[in-house]
């Protein structure tokens, strides 16, 4: 699976919008872009995921540039609960005996303040 | 509300002590995962298991074995536990096959001591 890069550490105003950025320059055709985020004290949460076009659901955007070497989670609204610990991870099409595992790096902490 | 449910939030154990850690969800999965968290070190796949009675080492299965007797359950097994097994451990699991989307539920985490 390719390596992702995210910042360490990012801070955003609440009711702004939050934009975390991911690099995955080796990601390969077949490899999907996932995110979840990790509140405090919880374990990690699915946000949002996507191959090739942009994607959205209620909770964020998910943007891919064209050549799918990067991307960036949007959350549209930053809260205070939305602090967090946000990951991105890239990983190919699942088998069934290998590939549902997903492998979590540092992410990025994301600290949301009034 | 679908749900993975860890028998303990919090255990505090003692060195060579033999640990389980029991892992149960009601969405009938085919795939389970124990992980362990580290400050620093992210997040570490332990072990998983795609079937009843099958598992697979993942990056850490040192000083681990695990136990898929029934499908809903999935335990973690520390043999003779050592201080540096010290951490916070998650389960997972995830549908399988074409209604996989991609869309892994955790647990709330048990974070043991050994002392």
């Known amino acids: 699976d390719a390596k992702t890069t995210q910042p360490t550490s990012m801070d955003c105003a609440e009711g702004r919008a939050a934009n975390l950025p991911c690099n995955h320059s080796?990601?390969?055709?077949?490899?999907?872009v996932y995110w979840y985020r990790q509140i405090h004290s919880q374990g990690p949460q699915y946000i949002i995921h996507?191959?090739?076009n942009n994607e959205t659901n209620e909770m964020a955007s998910l943007i891919i540039t064209e050549d799918r070497k990067s991307s960036t989670l949007i959350l549209p609204h930053a809260t205070l609960r939305d602090t967090a610990v946000y990951y991105c991870i890239v990983r190919g099409p699942s088998n069934s005996n290998s590939g549902y595992a997903l492998n979590f790096g540092k992410g990025t902490s994301l600290l949301v303040t009034p | 509300d679908v749900k993975v449910t860890q028998s303990s939030r919090y255990l505090v154990k003692r060195t060579g002590e033999k640990v389980f850690l029991e892992c149960v969800q009601d969405?009938?999965?085919?795939?389970m995962f124990w992980y362990r968290q580290d400050p620093g070190l992210g997040l570490r796949l332990i072990y998983f298991s795609y079937d009843v009675k099958m598992k697979e080492k993942g990056d850490i299965p040192e000083g681990y074995s695990v136990s898929r007797e029934k499908k809903e359950r999935f335990s973690l097994i520390l043999e003779s536990a050592s201080t540096n097994q010290t951490s916070m451990y998650l389960c997972?699991?995830?549908?399988?096959?074409?209604?996989?989307?991609?869309?892994?539920?955790f647990g709330e985490g048990s974070r043991l001591t050994v002392l």
């Open positions: 997972a699991s995830i549908q399988g096959g074409r209604e996989n989307t991609g869309e892994l539920f």
């Open positions: 080796t990601i390969s055709g077949n490899e999907y």
């Open positions: 996507g191959l090739k």
């Open positions: 969405m009938d999965h085919e795939n």
